[in-house]
């Protein structure tokens, strides 16, 4: 079963997953300008698209576990995973940008004043050096500290998660099954023999 | 005694949903509208607001009871009896007791007001209630003396609120004002919107409507009013005391610690509505600025 998904896997191209990305923010808008997102529109986009790259954050951060722990090979879609989860995230900034806050003076505020907006920030910030590095000219080049660099999507999918816990107004449970599914996603890289030598 | 106060928002341009609603709100005689029309010229002047329709109206709710989600009180309202409703009046009352909905109606005088919305996520709405006024229900409960705050308390029944299934917050929601504010001519018990029945995704059959604090002070589905003299608890207050005070009112000068409170988004704007600057007291600055007199408002938030 698994080595026939694998060979499944190998056969597909990946140029359909950017095609069928690009659709759901194009849905998005039309959707936004024709009524389908009801009446507060801006929210209901900034949202979906900030979820939406928090999810793909997190399955591209599954590709590893299930190769390692269920034999299951998917590495070759992990690029397209992460360029979209950061086109989403560049998006959901853009609506909070231009369509939410609006006012310049009070985007810089927020983004000082603010610590959900500060952390979400961060997150983003962390994501680009990743977007950059994202060809294979750069993994040639990079080698080694290609990989080591590329671990910063630990953390900034950890700042995605706490970003949506720390804005919710009350007790919650969404936010907090993102952060665990998160946690649990990082936890399953801990190696037993590492695990071993800490204890 | 009502009509103590009167509109400075009309009718003026308003969309063709609400307009078709007019109609059968003059069909259905409820006073009001005509009034409305007389305060036309002063509208303009307070900035051509209009009402949002009734579909805005009644979709998009902050009404945890039913979910957390602005589209779950529409969703899942439809569960809630609200028929028989009786409301529970103690304290520091000459006439305690359990009120039916309808004795109470049957004694006050409904009119329209409407007011600007404004919630403390930062988006504004502008709503035409139907109520009366809640310095009517005290009088009929009689105040005695050393009465100093009005406490409410929303109806607690899982089973028909699913939101009160999960601890977002202590249930059932609590909320309070002091006297004067909850004797003020503006704050409104409201049963209607645009003529209709309020709808349970609104607080059916009966809520508290504050026009100048922020939106989670105006409690929904009352099932008891209490006169203390004491502050009384307040359901978000308790959750997370340095972003939610007592007195909550609109305030552009003073932040939400998560977010700012300087602009609001006007919801039914569509995907590029602009920000608009948010009012002190969200506009009510002349009728109740007085109230609090001497005190610093960004401690007592």
Redesign the interface.
């Known amino acids: 079963m698994i080595a026939y998904l694998n060979q499944a896997a190998k056969k597909l191209p990946t140029w359909p997953l950017y095609v069928v990305g690009a659709l759901y923010p194009a849905w998005l808008l039309w959707q936004?300008?024709t009524g389908g997102l009801?009446?507060?529109?801006?929210?209901e986009?900034e949202h979906a698209l900030g979820e939406a790259g928090l999810q793909l954050l997190i399955a591209g951060l599954c590709i590893t576990p299930l190769r390692r722990h269920a034999g299951v090979n998917l590495l070759r879609f992990r690029r397209a995973i992460g360029l979209l989860a950061f086109t989403y995230i560049c998006l959901h900034l853009l609506v909070w940008l231009v369509?939410?806050?609006?006012?310049a003076s009070?985007i810089l505020?927020?983004i000082l004043?603010?610590?959900?907006v500060t952390i979400g920030m961060a997150g983003f910030v962390l994501l680009i050096p990743l977007a950059v590095t994202s060809n294979n000219l750069s993994i040639r080049r990079l080698g080694r500290t290609w990989h080591r660099l590329h671990k910063l999507t630990y953390a900034a999918t950890l700042l995605g998660a706490l970003h949506f816990v720390?804005?919710?107004?009350?007790?919650?449970?969404e936010p907090l099954i993102y952060m665990g599914v998160t946690v649990c996603v990082l936890a399953l890289r801990i190696r037993p023999r590492a695990f071993r030598k800490v204890a | 005694m009502a009509k103590r106060w009167t509109n400075d928002l009309t009718h003026d341009d308003v969309t063709p949903q609400s307009q078709y609603l007019n109609r059968r709100q003059i069909m259905a005689g409820i006073a009001g509208l005509g009034l409305a029309g007389v305060m036309g010229g002063e509208a303009n002047a307070a900035g051509k607001l209009k009402p949002?329709d009734w579909?805005?109206i009644t979709?998009?709710n902050n009404f945890?009871e039913f979910g957390?989600s602005?589209?779950d009180p529409a969703k899942h309202a439809h569960k809630l009896t609200t028929d028989p409703w009786t409301i529970k009046i103690d304290g520091m009352v000459d006439n305690p007791g359990e009120y039916a909905l309808g004795d109470i109606l049957s004694k006050m005088t409904t009119e329209e007001r409407i007011y600007r919305f404004r919630c403390v996520?930062a988006?504004s709405m502008v709503v035409p209630w139907n109520g009366f006024e809640l310095a009517d229900l005290l009088q009929m409960a009689g105040i005695q003396e050393g009465a100093k705050y009005v406490a409410f308390e929303t109806l607690m029944r899982p089973e028909e609120m699913p939101g009160q299934k999960?601890?977002?917050?202590d249930w059932p929601y609590v909320e309070g004002l002091r006297l004067d504010e909850a004797m003020h001519p503006l704050t409104l018990m409201a049963t209607g919107i645009y003529g209709k029945p309020i709808p349970n995704q609104n607080g059916a059959p009966i809520r508290l409507v504050v026009p100048w604090k922020y939106g989670f002070k105006s409690i929904k589905s009352i099932v008891r009013v209490t006169l203390t003299d004491r502050e009384p608890p307040t359901s978000w207050n308790k959750?997370i005391s340095r972003e939610y005070g007592f007195y909550s009112n609109v305030n552009p000068n003073v932040?939400h610690p998560?977010?700012?409170q300087?602009?609001e988004?006007t919801?039914?704007g569509?995907?590029?509505?602009?920000?608009k600057p948010t009012l002190l007291f969200n506009g009510y600055e002349a009728d109740v600025a007085k109230l609090y007199e001497g005190m610093d408002l960004k401690r007592n938030f």
């Open positions: 936004g300008l009801g009446v507060d529109p801006v929210k986009m369509l939410d806050v609006q006012i009070q505020a927020d004043k603010r610590p959900y720390m804005l919710v107004k009350g007790f919650q449970i | 949002n579909d805005t979709r998009y945890y957390t602005k589209d996520e988006w999960r601890p977002v917050i959750l932040d998560r977010w700012s300087a602009t988004r919801i039914g569509g995907l590029f509505a602009k920000r």
